[in-house]
Nanobody, 132 residues
Framework: QVQLVESGGGLVQPGGSLRLSCTAS????????IGWFRQAPGKEREGVAC????????YYPASLKGRFTISRDNAKNTVYLQMTSLKPEDTGVYYC?????????????????????????WGQGTQVTVSS
């Protein structure tokens, strides 16, 4: 089991920005696709971004493209999620997850193209609250 650890969550005003980080101890993330998901109270877990192990290629649901940016620094064994122009509906617990494959599994043409069941290892999550 891979121990993923998220950090960087917190309280931010609408329109603000946050950068989340995901890292792992004693395990190299470099060869795997990493996804970010979020879950609001009473709602299903939703995929917000994925990054492949190399090139790298990034994927976002159309509703979030332009506001969220996923990146990775393999030298630091860390994957980031930069979130800008945050809205109250972005509130939730954000999780990073590892897919035991180098590429992101992406379901084209559907509302939720990143599926949680494709990911094998998860962090404990970090809370993001967007409120004035």
């Amino acid at each position: 089991q891979v121990q993923l650890v998220e950090s960087g969550g917190g309280l931010v005003q609408p329109g603000g920005s946050l950068r989340l980080s995901c890292t792992a101890s004693e395990f190299s993330l470099g060869g795997y696709a990493i996804g970010w998901f979020r879950q609001a109270p009473g709602k299903e877990r939703e995929g917000v971004a994925c990054i492949t192990s190399s090139e790298p290629t990034t994927y976002y649901p159309a509703s979030l493209k332009g506001r969220f940016t996923i990146s990775r620094d393999n030298a630091k064994n860390t994957v980031y999620l930069q979130m800008t122009s945050l809205k109250p509906e972005d509130t939730g617990v954000y999780y990073c997850a590892l897919e035991r494959a180098p590429r992101c599994t992406w379901y084209s043409g559907v509302a939720n193209p990143l599926r949680a069941y494709e990911y094998d290892d998860w962090g404990q999550g970090t809370q993001v609250t967007v409120s004035s």
